[in-house]
């Protein structure tokens, strides 16, 4: 069975400060996905990232890809109340099934 | 393109009933997925489809489950004999491999609470 961990589970912060979240695995997959999630709504596909060592951008989001293509990390600079959310990651194999991690709950306070 | 929809958003229903939900996939997307959360989890697989074969079905899914997707189009995921365990969110993906890789939809979800 292949278990993604994400850490950590509960994050708060205030506005301004910087974070990172963690998913690790110790399963290779063929991609991963990080999804935000809101209460009472489903994931929403913020990233995949396909090749070890990748990194991508999204604005204030830096998501890296490891090497070995086990773990992934979530960077946010400098956030924002409306950051506030359920971040979710997925190893995704090659049938395209998605493995999820249980998520980190974030909460950025004005 | 309008999206991952889903019908209904949520349901109330007695221990005992039996409940249908539909989904509608983004329309060139031929795999759906299945996928069940709850309270602290992330979503766990069901079962999924590409066009209107059923490749894989979870343990997770009991005989009481069942899904059709009897035009590659939209799918249904019925459950029997309701019981309170089941009380979740069921959310439908669908998703086309795209550059090599699979990326998922999600559709907004429908909320079962059995009573």
């Known amino acids: 069975t292949q278990l993604l961990e994400q850490s950590p589970q509960f994050l708060s912060i205030q506005e301004g400060e910087n974070l990172t979240v963690y998913c690790n695995s110790s399963?290779?997959?063929?991609?991963l996905q990080w999804y935000r999630q809101e209460p009472g709504e489903g994931p929403v596909l913020l990233v995949t990232?396909?090749?070890?060592?990748e990194v991508k951008k999204l604005k204030r989001l830096t998501f890296q890809f490891g090497d070995a293509r086990k773990d992934s990390s979530l960077h946010i600079t400098a956030a924002q109340p409306g950051d506030t959310g359920l971040y979710l990651c997925?190893?995704?194999?090659?049938?395209?099934?998605?493995?999820f991690g249980d998520g980190t709950t974030l909460t950025v306070k004005p | 393109d309008t999206g991952v929809s889903q019908n209904p958003r949520h349901k109330i229903t007695k221990r005992g009933q039996n409940v249908t939900f539909r989904c509608d996939p983004i329309?060139?997307?031929?795999?759906l997925y299945w996928y069940r959360q709850t309270l602290g989890q992330g979503p766990e697989f069901l079962t999924y489809?590409?066009?209107?074969?059923?490749?894989?079905k979870s343990r997770l899914l009991s005989d009481r489950f069942s899904a059709e997707r009897p035009k590659g189009s939209f799918s249904t995921l019925e459950i029997q004999r309701t019981e309170q365990g089941d009380s979740a969110m069921y959310l439908c993906?669908?998703?086309?491999?795209?550059?090599?890789?699979?990326?998922?939809?999600f559709g907004p979800g429908t909320r079962l609470t059995v009573t």
């Open positions: 329309s060139e997307h031929n795999r």
């Open positions: 399963s290779v997959f063929s991609s």
């Open positions: 990232v396909v090749t070890g060592g």
């Open positions: 489809f590409q066009n209107e074969a059923q490749l894989e």
């Open positions: 997925a190893g995704v194999a090659n049938a395209g099934k998605s493995t």
């Open positions: 993906a669908s998703t086309s491999r795209d550059r090599g890789h699979y990326e998922q939809y």
